[in-house]
T-cell receptor
């Protein structure tokens, strides 16, 4: 157990639907990062939040959004889902500075049918 | 744009063989370098990291990596692999001060045959 909790572990949904992925960071970590892992694109950075505020944005589609709540947990919202959105979505957390590397959660496997 | 290249997509070794996985990055400034491992069905775990100082860094499970600045490389090594090292290995780069985004390579899958 890495200390970063992601729910659900698996999600199967239909095209056009909307889902919410949840992440609870490791205790004491202020930053949360979302990554998408797919076979063709590898690990792609989506977005970072630090203490409730958006800090950096990567290759995140407009159909996707995220937020970090006062208790520091984060949610990634994926809407108008397409088959190509099927992937593993990882959340990671880090303390104030990320220079020591992230701690990753176990991921949510999203399958869009 | 910053990129990370891992040259080998899939490496197959017998137990006790030596391992070297290549990683090159394209960013010219100060970087922090990482190797992560992902065992089947599990999350990514940090193997080792380099920030500054001795370019030869030692990590967990007997792994080490050497930072060669002139070659923009950060290759991962292990003198003698075990079946339990079967996993996917990812090199990642973080730009120096002020950036918290990790850019990952596409990964190298290592299969160790008993």
């Amino acid at each position: 157990d890495s200390g970063v909790t992601q729910t659900p572990k698996h999600l199967i949904t239909a095209t056009g639907q909307r889902v919410t992925l949840r992440c609870s960071p490791r205790s004491g970590d202020l930053s949360v990062y979302w990554y998408q892992q797919s076979l063709d694109q590898g690990l792609q950075f989506l977005i970072q939040y630090y203490n409730g505020e958006e800090r950096a944005k990567g290759n995140i589609l407009e159909r996707f959004s995220a937020q970090q709540f006062p208790d520091l947990h984060s949610e990634l919202n994926l809407s108008s889902l397409e088959l190509g959105d099927s992937a593993l979505y990882f959340c990671a957390s880090s303390p104030t500075t990320a220079n020591y590397g992230y701690t990753f959660g176990s991921g949510t496997r999203l399958t869009v049918v | 744009a910053q990129s990370v290249s891992q040259h080998n997509h899939h490496v197959i070794l017998s137990e006790a063989a030596s391992l070297e996985l290549g990683c090159n990055y394209s960013y010219g400034g100060t970087v922090n370098l990482f190797w992560y491992v992902q065992y089947p069905g599990q999350h990514l775990q940090l193997l080792l990291k380099y920030f500054s100082g001795d370019p030869l860094v030692k990590g967990i499970k007997g792994f080490e990596a050497e930072f060669i600045k002139s070659k923009f490389s950060f290759n991962l090594r292990k003198p003698s692999v075990q079946w339990s090292d079967t996993a996917e290995y990812f090199c990642a780069v973080m730009k120096g001060a002020g950036s918290y985004q990790l850019t990952f390579g596409k990964g190298t899958k290592l299969s160790v045959i008993p």
